[in-house]
Each structure stands twice: as C-alpha cells, then as structure tokens.
Nanobody, 122 residues
C-alpha cells in the first residue's frame, strides 16, 4: 500500500525550530499539489502550507507570517516543512498531503500521512 510517512515532530520550546519530513513510498515527481495541514485539539484541520501546480504557486496560512517554509525533493520523494519561531499556538498534529503518487502498480491519488505531533511548550 502506498504510504506517506511523516517524521520530525516532537516537543520544542517557544522560539525553537523543527523540520517535518513526509516520505512517500512512490514517486511524487508528477504531483501537482503537495501540502501540510494541522489540527489542534477541538479545532478543525487547517492549511499550513501548499505547493500548487508543481511549484508555480506556494501559499501559506495567514498565521504562518513568514516563519515556515514548504519544500519538496523529488529525488528523495520527500516533502518538508521547516518551522521556525514556533509558538505554543502551533501545537497540533501535522499532516502531509500529496495528490498524486506514482508506483510500479500505477498511480494513487490524494494520500494523507498519519500525522506527527508537534508540541510547543516551555
């Protein structure tokens, strides 16, 4: 089964940094939409960052305010989210999304990762 496996979450102090990774078990070369979302307890899932049209458009949630950077490495089939100047309000489970993954058995669409917990606390 095609998977997206996230890593890099954990506990960090306010002002600290984390880099989340999302590794696909297939090729993301042809993916047009790659994104990170997050969901805090009792809140709806919200968009953190998104790459559209294979990189022509990159957008971030308003709350990001220049602190996060989304990127992709097609050679490693991995998506990243670099998060700096973290705040307690950033505490949430972070999920990656890829709209198209190519495998030896064909193409799969709209895959989500299992989520990685990010906790920002002193």
């Amino acid at each position: 089964q095609v998977q997206l496996v996230e890593s890099g979450g954990g506990l960090v102090q306010p002002g600290g940094s984390l880099r989340l990774s999302c590794a696909a078990s297939g090729s993301i070369f042809s993916a047009r939409t790659i994104a990170w979302y997050r969901q805090a307890p009792g809140k709806q899932r919200e968009l953190v960052a998104r790459i559209l049209n294979s990189g022509a458009t990159i957008s971030y949630g308003d709350f990001v305010k220049g602190r996060f950077t989304i990127s992709r490495d097609n050679t490693k089939n991995t998506v990243y989210l670099q998060m700096n100047s973290l705040e307690p309000e950033d505490t949430a489970v972070y999920y990656c999304f890829v709209d198209r993954i190519e495998t030896t058995r064909g193409v799969v669409f709209d895959r989500w990762g299992q989520g990685t917990q990010v906790t920002v606390s002193s």
